[in-house]
């Protein structure tokens, strides 16, 4: 007799587990988690840099408004002192003045005269000769010439004048139109000035040479 072969169980097949998707994508997790990583950083950074942009603006505005006050002082400063220094007047008639190697005192200045000179050789203005008596000192330690040309009258009206040398010329023992004068000399003389009729004298800029920077007085 045949013997049956004895029946037995089988095992019920064991279902697969199913796998996350992270773990099904390791490589596209890693790119993920460095991607978040960076865009937390760079968001933490933007924050950072907000908040110190707003520390330079309030730095920058308080800077500003030190400087104002400082400008705003100064400028007040100024103010007080321009107006506590009084400004220097210019020298005028009797006073000394100096420029260069010469030393010009003005002594009288005649206005309104018609005619310069002698009765044979005299020279008669074309509106008014106005004479300037001065005095010049050589206070160099070597001769200068005087040009009577050198010499700028200027009337009220900002007009300048230039000398008339042969009204100068005409004039007994005047010293003025040209003289070379030596150390510690002294010349006198007369500048003569045609000028309209109504023309007023204010100042005369005075010069030892054409090439000095010359010195203002006032004749009024």
Same mark, same amino acid.
């Given at each position: ?12 097949? @064991? ?36 908040? &110190? &942009? ?11 408004? #030190? ?5 705003? #002082? ?6 007080? #002192?321009?107006?506590? @220094?009084?400004? $220097?007047?210019?020298? &005028? ?7 260069? $190697?010469?030393?010009? #005192?003005?002594?009288?200045?005649? $206005? ?29 330690? +070597? ?8 010499? $700028? /009258? ?17 004039? +007994? ?6 003289? +070379? ?24 800029? /005075? ?5 000095? &920077?010359?010195?203002?007085?006032? /004749?009024?």
């Amino acid at each position: 007799m045949t013997q049956q072969p004895q029946w037995q169980p089988t095992n019920p097949p @064991v279902p697969a587990v199913q796998k996350s998707w992270f773990g099904r994508h390791k490589a596209l997790s890693v790119i993920l988690g460095i991607t978040l990583t960076i865009v937390l950083v760079c968001c933490g950074a933007g924050v950072l840099s907000m908040g &110190g &942009g707003s520390d330079d603006a309030s730095s920058s505005s308080d800077d500003s408004t #030190t400087d104002d006050a400082a400008d705003s #002082t100064d400028s007040t400063t100024s103010k007080k #002192t321009s107006k506590d @220094v009084p400004e $220097k007047s210019a020298p &005028g008639i009797g006073d000394s003045a100096r420029d260069g $190697k010469f030393e010009f #005192t003005i002594s009288k200045v005649e $206005k309104g005269v018609a005619s310069v000179g002698s009765e044979y050789f005299n020279e008669k203005a074309d509106g008014q000769f106005v004479l300037v008596h001065i005095t010049v000192k050589n206070i160099g330690d +070597e001769s200068q010439t005087l040009f009577d040309s050198e010499q $700028k /009258l200027k009337d009220t009206q900002g007009r300048s004048f230039s000398t008339d040398s042969s009204a100068a010329i005409a004039m +007994e023992d005047n010293e003025m139109w040209l003289n +070379e004068i030596n150390p510690g000399n002294s010349a006198k003389g007369t500048l003569v000035y045609d000028m309209p009729a109504d023309a007023q004298p204010a100042e005369i800029e /005075l010069h030892d040479s054409m090439f000095s &920077g010359g010195v203002t007085v006032s /004749l009024k």
